[in-house]
């Protein structure tokens, strides 16, 4: 639940969006802003210190409706062709609603901050990875034919698509936008049909280079979003990588919740843990992993547990468990007997394991 100054500095930012659809960025002033809400400059001033802080407030709650949206069309039980059609229909129905939206992303980027310029294209990033994962979906079960790619093809799409929208805003076009759908799919070319090793090449696939990850890792995604940038690509990368079955743990400065559902459609398992107001932890977990949680047993008992549970450990399984505090005298018990492990360490001291039988033991 919002607080009252975090739902007042919403109300402010929507303003902002709404006095967009009508006044140019470059025109914009907080003074309007503040009449339009009824309040006086000052009491603005009190939940933004400047207009370009106002402003990236206003992308970041365009960003979040629109990831709300983006949530709601990949939840829905539908064909990949289906899913996509609709994420496009919300971005639409969103700019259709909030034309003052479309006034950020097409403005002069010479005359925008710094930050203003990392909330935009955390905004087109999201939007451009959402539609990748989609088309790769699309590819894979249908047999798709894209001459130039996934990650090309949403390129094309989204550039297609903001020009739909540009066109609309100067009135040029004689339907909603929305009608406009099923052009903007044929941009690319979803419509020829691929062999079976075409589909092979153009799966998913780690890239060559790239060393394999162990069945436990950790990926730190705020860097990448304060950037301006959207991880998903990077996190489907990281799980794609890793030995299966796995364990991930994501760091985000919010709760990832289209990337959550994205990921729950495709079978993997969640866990999402609030750390601070900015901080959040995902754990993704493969399907049908289980992790034994022996964090409130007194020493040495988790020591004994793991112990118990990884002797005559199967070929190619896993164990994973949470423990009270790192654990340096099961580490060296692990080594005794030829397994192997990797260890998370939580913000708590506690941590999570993973064990499995060392290669060469094999």
Not at 41 to 46: D, G, I
Not at 161 to 175: A, E, F, K, S
Not at 337 to 354: F, K, T, Y
Request: charged share 20%.
């Amino acid at each position: 639940m919002k607080n009252n100054g975090s739902q007042r500095q919403e109300e402010i930012a929507a303003a902002a969006l709404d006095l967009l659809a009508e006044v140019p960025l470059e025109s914009l002033t907080t003074r309007q802003i503040a009449q339009q809400l009824s309040i006086s400059q000052p009491a603005l001033f009190r939940h933004f210190r400047s207009r370009d802080e106002l402003l990236v407030a206003a992308v970041e709650l365009a960003r979040r409706q629109l990831a709300q949206l983006a949530e709601q069309a990949l939840r829905r039980p539908a064909e990949p062709a289906q899913r996509l059609c609709e994420l496009l229909a919300a971005i639409i129905a969103r700019v259709e609603q909030h034309p003052g939206l479309p006034r950020l992303l097409f403005a002069d980027g010479s005359a925008q901050s710094p930050e203003l310029k990392r909330a935009l294209r955390r905004v087109v990033s999201m939007q451009r990875n959402l539609l990748i994962e989609l088309i790769s979906e699309l590819q894979e079960s249908h047999g798709t034919a894209l001459a130039q790619g996934p990650e090309q093809s949403a390129t094309i799409l989204l550039a297609a698509l903001q020009g739909m929208v540009l066109q609309w805003r100067y009135g040029l076009l004689d339907r909603p936008l929305s009608e406009y759908i099923p052009t903007l799919i044929t941009t690319v070319g979803l419509t020829a049909t691929l062999t079976p090793q075409q589909v092979d090449q153009q799966r998913a696939t780690s890239p060559p280079d790239l060393p394999e990850l162990p069945h436990l890792s950790r990926l730190d995604a705020r860097p990448i979003i304060a950037g301006g940038d959207d991880p998903l690509h990077l996190i489907l990368q990281t799980l794609q990588r890793m030995r299966q079955p796995a364990v991930l743990k994501l760091e985000t400065p919010f709760a990832p919740k289209p990337l959550i559902t994205l990921l729950q459609g495709r079978g993997y398992q969640t866990a999402l843990e609030q750390l601070s107001g900015n901080h959040f932890c995902l754990a993704i977990a493969s399907p049908h992993v289980k992790i034994d949680d022996l964090r409130d047993l007194p020493p040495p008992e988790p020591l004994v547990q793991v112990l118990e549970a990884t002797t005559g450990l199967a070929d190619r399984a896993v164990y994973f468990a949470r423990v009270p505090r790192f654990p340096h005298l099961l580490l060296e018990q692990l080594a005794q007997r030829g397994l192997r492990h990797a260890v998370e360490l939580e913000d708590d001291q506690s941590a999570l394991i993973a064990i499995w039988r060392d290669e060469a033991k094999r």
